[in-house]
Every structure is written in C-alpha cells, then in structure tokens.
C-alpha cells in the first residue's frame, strides 16, 4: 500500500528552465514532508521540509509547495542546472507513529540538459 | 559523505543463506533506521532503533531481524533468504532523538548495500 505516490519516474528540463516535481499522498496524518535526493551509488541526502502549517518553503533555487487540501505537494527548482540531475524522493512522516519513520515515494528521476 | 557507513558495500549469496548488513551512525546519533530499495520500489521502512531499543517497526520479515550495540552500530539480520529479498537496504541515521522536534530529525543515509541473492 504505497502512501507516499510519485506518478512521474522521469522528467527532462532544459538548463536553466523550471523543474517540477510532484508527490501525491494519501494518509491525513501526514504532518511533516521531506525531499530526498540521490545520487547513483550513493544514500539519499535530504534536500528541503515543510511542514504541514506552511504551504511554502523556499531554500535558495528549491522550493517545497504544500496543498493539504488535495494532499499534494510539489518541488520546485529555479533555475535547473546539470548537477541537479538526479533521482528526486518525496516523503513524509505521520503523526500517528512513535517513531520517525519515513514514508517514502517511488522518485522521480530528473534529468537536466545542458 | 554523510558520515553514515554500510558495510559491505555488495553482498552475492544464495538462496536459503544468512547474511549481515553493519551500519555505524553518524557521530553523537543515538537514533538508526533500515530501509529496503527493491526494484523500481521506494524505500520501505524496515525498523528503528534508539539507543540500543527497538523505537518502531515497519514491515520487516520474521525472517529478518535487527539490533543496536551499546556502541550505537547496527546490525540487520536476513536469513532463509529469498530471491525476492534482493534489494538495496540502506541504513540512516539521526541526532538527538529529544522528544522536541523527535520526529522532524533530519535522517543522514549511508550509501547502501547491495545484496543479490541467486
């Protein structure tokens, strides 16, 4: 049952273009959303937060867009350059866990062309 | 580096064998996460644990099993493997583990191993 879904597994940008990422999830107990970003032959490493009293979160090209409402939230990376090539995974915690699990999505695997 | 380390970084056994995955947290990390990659799949939680305690369960196999060392390194246990155990199974780490901000703490994965079970 994959609560955390990321319907894109790949997408090409132009350099310096726009990259939008999107994640969809399905659990109302979400409270707290991360993206993770990784590189081939290496662990995640975690990108940007929010949680789930914002709906914006902006930390210098990347920017996390929260919609409660429509239980989507998206990645936002202005401009796009070719070191931002990599798989992109959306994930989120729940309130109803003791501990600090994380629920991840499938990744999207972003592509910037030079 | 993330400070996070796996070892080994590939594993190639059989099936039905038992085999080992080691991970040293970070530094002053008292919190260590399994996660399992199969194919094509995100992350699965596996288990948790903090200082030496199991925190949380996921879904982990009754043939799987796990355990932190009063050192804070961790080991996951697999056994009578299956060809469908096969995956990338990642360790990650996080810091205080203080009941303030506990579950937003930042985890710091490490970069993997590999097992392939023929």
């Known amino acids: 049952d994959q609560q955390v879904k990321q319907n894109s597994p790949s997408l090409s940008v132009q350099e310096g273009r726009i990259s939008i990422l999107n994640c969809d999830y399905t659990n109302s107990m979400f409270d707290y959303f991360l993206w993770y970003k990784k590189y081939p032959a290496e662990g995640p490493t975690f990108l940007i937060s929010i949680s789930s009293i914002k709906d914006k979160n902006e930390d210098g090209r990347f920017t996390v867009f929260l919609n409660k409402s429509a239980k989507h939230l998206s990645l936002h990376i202005v401009p796009s350059q070719p070191g931002d090539s990599a798989v992109y995974f959306c994930?989120?915690?729940?309130?109803?866990?003791?501990?600090?699990?994380?629920?991840f999505g499938t990744g999207t695997s972003l592509t910037v062309i030079p | 580096d993330s400070g996070v380390t796996q070892t080994p970084k590939h594993l190639i056994t059989a099936t039905g064998q038992r085999v080992t995955l080691r991970c040293s947290p970070r530094?002053?990390?008292?919190?260590v996460y399994w996660y399992q990659q199969s194919l094509d799949q995100g992350l699965q939680f596996l288990i948790q644990?903090?200082?030496?305690?199991?925190?949380a369960k996921g879904n982990i196999l009754e043939r799987f099993s796990a355990q932190q060392f009063p050192d804070l390194h961790s080991e996951l246990n697999l056994s009578s493997l299956e060809l469908g155990d096969s995956a990338l199974y990642f360790c990650?780490?996080?810091?205080?583990?203080?009941?303030?901000?506990?579950?937003?703490?930042?985890?710091?994965f490490g970069p993997g191993t590999r097992l392939t079970v023929l």
């Open positions: 530094s002053g990390d008292l919190s």
């Open positions: 990650a780490s996080s810091g205080s583990g203080g009941l303030s901000g506990y579950r937003t703490d930042t985890q710091y």
């Open positions: 994930a989120a915690s729940s309130a109803e866990t003791t501990g600090n699990q994380f629920y």
């Open positions: 644990y903090y200082n030496g305690e199991e925190r």
